[in-house]
């Protein structure tokens, strides 16, 4: 890839397999190079994205519609603008009306501090979420696993089905239960 030297404007528009119209998403700016991403939501890998990071050089301009055509969540849009502005491009999301440019600058300064406030609250939200997903599911799970057992009278009488040669399986299904059911009962006597 030639590397430029005089600074560029340069577009990223992401499309995906619901609102295939690109043409709309910068079509009202002069831009020198356009990277497109045709995408569904499912798709992790953003070949075009990279393609473009990778040609962006200090005093280039990247162009992107709205901050979700960039990156998945918050701490994807924190990381990678923070990572332009810092190699010197200036990051311009045209639905949000938003500017990045170098960290010299006060007010891009605090956007990120900001946005990088609201990131790490996004992680714990998800985390938080995580934990007590987990919790639930063990709860479930402790409830869920434990099978019906059998009443003292009821082990008796597998026994006694059992002593006159029926098959233990047979007998844990006329109980409705499972062989290791039966067995976990039958060691209770």
């Known amino acids: 890839m030639s590397h430029h030297t005089k600074a560029q404007h340069i577009g990223y528009i992401r499309v995906s397999s619901v609102d295939q119209n690109t043409d709309r998403q910068l079509d009202s700016i002069s831009l020198d190079k356009t990277f497109t991403e045709k995408l569904s939501g499912k798709d992790t890998k953003r070949p075009q994205l990279q393609a473009c990071l990778d ?15 960039l990156a998945r969540n ?3 849009l924190q990381g990678m603008v923070e990572t332009l ?13 938003l500017v990045f440019a170098d960290n010299t600058s006060a007010m891009s300064k605090l956007m990120l501090q900001i946005m990088g406030a ?3 609250f996004e992680r714990s939200l998800i985390k ?7 919790a639930k599911a063990k709860e479930a799970g402790k409830h869920m696993g434990r099978k019906p057992s059998l009443t003292d009278l009821q082990v008796q009488q597998a026994h006694q089905l059992i002593n006159q040669g029926i098959p233990k399986t047979e007998v844990a299904g006329r109980f409705g239960i499972s062989r290791q059911s039966l067995y976990r009962n039958l060691k209770r006597i």
């Open 128 to 134: 938080e979420r995580q934990r007590e997903g987990i």
């Open 118 to 120: 609201v990131a790490e």
């Open 55 to 69: 040609y962006l050089r200090e005093g280039d301009t990247l162009h992107v519609h709205s901050m979700d055509r």
């Open 74 to 76: 918050l701490m994807d």
């Open 85 to 97: 502005t810092n190699k010197g491009v200036i990051v311009q999301f045209h639905k949000e009306n």
